[in-house]
Structures are given as C-alpha cells and as structure tokens.
C-alpha cells in the first residue's frame, strides 16, 4: 500500500462527515502521523486530488472485478449496465455524494467531468471496445451521461436493495441503444452515405488518444 493509499484510507472516514476537505486530510495526517510537506506533495491540490484519488480507487476495483468475471453469455447492453451496476455498488454513497457536491463547484467541475470519462472510458475499455474513430469519442460521451444521471438517482434511490436506480440504468440504456439504431439506419440513407464518402470523409481523421496520451 502507498502513502497516498493509506493517506485515503484514513481520510476516508472524516470525509463522511467533513466531506472532502481540507478538514478532512488535516485529520488523517494527524492521524498518520505525516507532515504538511508529505500530505502537500501526495495531494497538490488539496482536497480534490483527494476526491480524484477516491474515485480511481473504485475504477480499479470495478476493472479488476470486470477482468474476473465471465460476460460472454450477457448481451452487450448488459454487460454495459453490468460495470455500471457494479462501479455503484463499490461506492459509498455518502463518500459519492460529498463528491458530486465538491465537483459542482465551477473551479472543479472540468475535473469532475474527467472523473465521469475516465469511467466510462474504463467500462468500454474493460469490455473490449477497439474503436479508435469518432465512436471511440461518442460511445464514451453516451455512457458518460448515463453513469452520471444514474449515479445521481442512486444518491435519493431509498428503494430496497436500490432496486429503482437498475430499473432507471435500464431505462437509459436502452434509450443509447435506440440512439445506436438510429445512427446505424442514418448511415444506411443514401443522403447521409453520400455526406460520409464526401465532407463526412474528415471523421475518418478522427481517433482515439493512444496508450499514455491525454493523461
């Protein structure tokens, strides 16, 4: 375990009630013993690296989860709702909502929105996707929005066993899926096949950022 993780670690059960603050790391380091130097160069930007770091800790969880498990007999859209599913189920909701709070704020809202991609990007990764034109970029902005709009349901879901946030997961996806369609039976217009083999020829210049790139 590193510094950073046990740092985490120790934040973690302050920031339930502290949210995460600077509150909150100022008691872990107390409690780890650490210096303002140590914490300062784990955490630049204080309490939202923080945040971040909470974050990816269930990325990596749900990647390794996902790895585990077999897919192979799930549909497609269901191994989508799947990771999403199970990305939530990882999370603590008070720890999520003190996020969700904390990136609202506009000095931090491009972070969150990377925090949100990052996701999206882990889940169709893990799933196999090798897309590397402009569906690369779509696919991660539709799953963006839905692991989003989702994890906000969870947060008011009082349902048993959060049984309304899967049926609203459903309900999302199922509304990208139809977006999925659509765009197929577009491209199968001789208008818009047309536009791709002229002006539309430019998204084929368009592709995903290699390993190591855009981080």
Excluded: C
Excluded at 27 to 54: F, I, N, T, W
């Amino acid at each position: 375990m590193t510094r950073k993780d046990e740092l985490l670690d120790a934040a973690m059960n302050h920031a339930m009630f502290d949210g995460w603050s600077q509150k909150a790391i100022d008691a872990a380091r107390a409690d780890l013993g650490m210096s303002p130097a140590e914490v300062k160069a784990l955490l630049p930007r204080g309490a939202v690296d923080l945040a971040v770091a909470y974050h990816r800790r269930g990325d990596m969880q749900m990647i390794e989860l996902l790895r585990a498990e077999d897919l192979s007999e799930m549909r497609f859209r269901d191994r989508i709702a799947h990771a999403v599913r199970l990305r939530l189920e990882i999370a603590d909701k008070e720890l999520v909502r003190r996020g969700f709070s904390l990136f609202a704020l506009p000095q931090h809202a491009a972070t969150g929105s990377r925090a949100l991609w990052e996701t999206a990007d882990h889940i169709w990764t893990a799933l196999g996707d090798t897309s590397r034109d402009i569906n690369w970029y779509t696919k991660r902005a539709s799953l963006s929005a839905v692991y989003s709009s989702t994890a906000l349901y969870w947060l008011g879901d009082e349902s048993a066993d959060n049984t309304a946030t899967w049926a609203f997961l459903d309900r999302r996806i199922e509304n990208v899926m139809q977006f999925e369609k659509a765009k197929a039976r577009a491209r199968e217009n001789p208008l818009v096949s047309a536009f791709m083999k002229g002006p539309g020829k430019l998204l084929d210049l368009v592709h995903a950022p290699q390993a190591g790139h855009g981080k």
